[in-house]
């Protein structure tokens, strides 16, 4: 089994920064994609951005420019740096990981259980 646990939403005042974590632990052979969707009240869940092993990046169109995301391929760990933030980012933002659990395994996809990130004044 392997599990994600996400860390870093809150309360933030428009114009801030937020830094979110997500580690995952478990049977992991190797990782492919790690990523960061969000789903805003009432919105279909969407893409935010997403990192590939060997380092690639993509980005929605919304957060270009604002968000970083980054990963510790030694830790399993991903992070989502996001600066100048604003009303419109408000949701919850969901970790998902593409795997493989064992050699023999075949790739599937894990979410973590979602970290509510709330930009206001």
């Not at 933002?93 to 979410?111: A, E, G, H, I």
Request: contains cysteine; glycine residues 10%; positive net charge.
């Amino acid at each position: 089994q392997v599990q994600l646990v996400e860390s870093g939403g809150g309360l933030v005042q428009p114009g801030g920064s937020l830094r979110l974590s997500c580690a995952a632990s478990g049977s992991i052979f190797h990782i492919y994609v790690m990523g960061w969707y969000r789903q805003a009240p009432g919105k279909q869940r969407e893409l935010v951005a997403t990192t590939t092993s060997g380092g690639s990046t993509n980005y929605a169109d919304s957060v270009k420019g604002r968000f970083t995301i980054s990963r510790d391929n030694a830790k399993n760990l991903v992070y989502l740096q996001m600066n100048s933030l604003k009303p419109e980012d408000t949701a919850v933002y969901y970790c998902n990981v593409d795997l493989q659990s064992t050699l023999w395994s075949p790739r599937k996809d894990y979410w973590g259980q979602g970290t509510q990130v709330t930009v206001s004044s």
